[in-house]
């Protein structure tokens, strides 16, 4: 799952790869929601609150939803520059390694808020929540040569509508239309799901969801790690 690249990859795979992280990206922008009342895994939302806030002469509040944008872009690149360089180095687990570092972080977050709440800050969750999603989203845009973004909603209904289409056209264009389209409307569903999850499992169990979200990510991504070393 975490080991093919392009080509290799089969859409069982795909599909596997975008109901696992999709689900924990739904459940960690949620919370992002429910703690400080702004999503992490949506960048056009962040967007406009910034020209809104901008607008509305709010700087601080402008340059804080600016912020946002920035630590996913950030984690985007980091990711890309991790796996580019373990390409290089035909190091075959680069992306499995990527998600284990997303599940470090979150466990680092957890500690922080779990261990020192006096000193944590709100702005930081969602910040460090932000590096997050845009870490993962790179890396299983890059893996599956982006057939699978685990926290782009808008591009999947986007995409849904396109293929819901297509399938009125009939013929070739049907049957590709198909599996793009069981992959999408998975992965919106994950989402959401873990939106729910998240945000009831948050009111029961607190920061504690960090590390249960980081344990998932481990669960998923260390296997594919030895099993990159074996090959």
Not at 154 to 170: K, P, Q, R
Not at 187 to 192: I, Q, R, V
Request: hydrophobic share 60%; with cysteine.
């Amino acid at each position: 799952m975490l080991i093919r690249v392009g080509a290799e990859r089969t859409e069982n795979i795909d599909l596997a790869l975008a109901s696992l992280l999709s689900s924990i990206a739904g459940a960690l922008n949620a919370v992002g929601f429910l703690v400080a009342g702004s999503f992490t895994a949506n960048m056009t939302g962040n967007i406009s609150m910034f020209a809104e806030t901008l607008a509305q002469r709010n700087l601080l509040l402008a340059l804080s939803f600016l912020g946002l944008v920035v630590a996913f872009i950030f984690g985007a690149g980091v990711a890309a520059i991790a796996v580019q360089t373990g390409e290089r180095l035909q190091i075959k687990s680069a992306y499995a390694l990527v998600i284990a570092a997303e599940a470090v972080v979150l466990l680092a977050l957890a500690a922080v808020f779990l261990l020192r709440p006096a000193s944590a800050q709100e702005a930081h969750l969602i910040i460090v929540l932000s590096f997050v999603m845009g870490l993962q989203n790179a890396a299983t845009t890059l893996i599956s040569k982006a057939q699978v973004r685990t926290t782009h909603v808008s591009g999947m209904a986007t995409d849904i509508g396109i293929e819901l289409a297509a399938l009125t056209a009939g013929g070739k264009a049907r049957r590709e239309a198909l599996p793009k389209l069981r992959l999408h409307a998975l992965t919106l569903a994950c989402f959401a799901a873990g939106g729910v999850f998240g945000a009831v499992l948050f009111g029961y169990t607190g920061h504690w969801l960090f590390v249960i979200a980081a344990a998932v990510l481990l669960i998923i991504s260390l296997p594919e790690i030895a099993r990159a070393y074996r090959r």
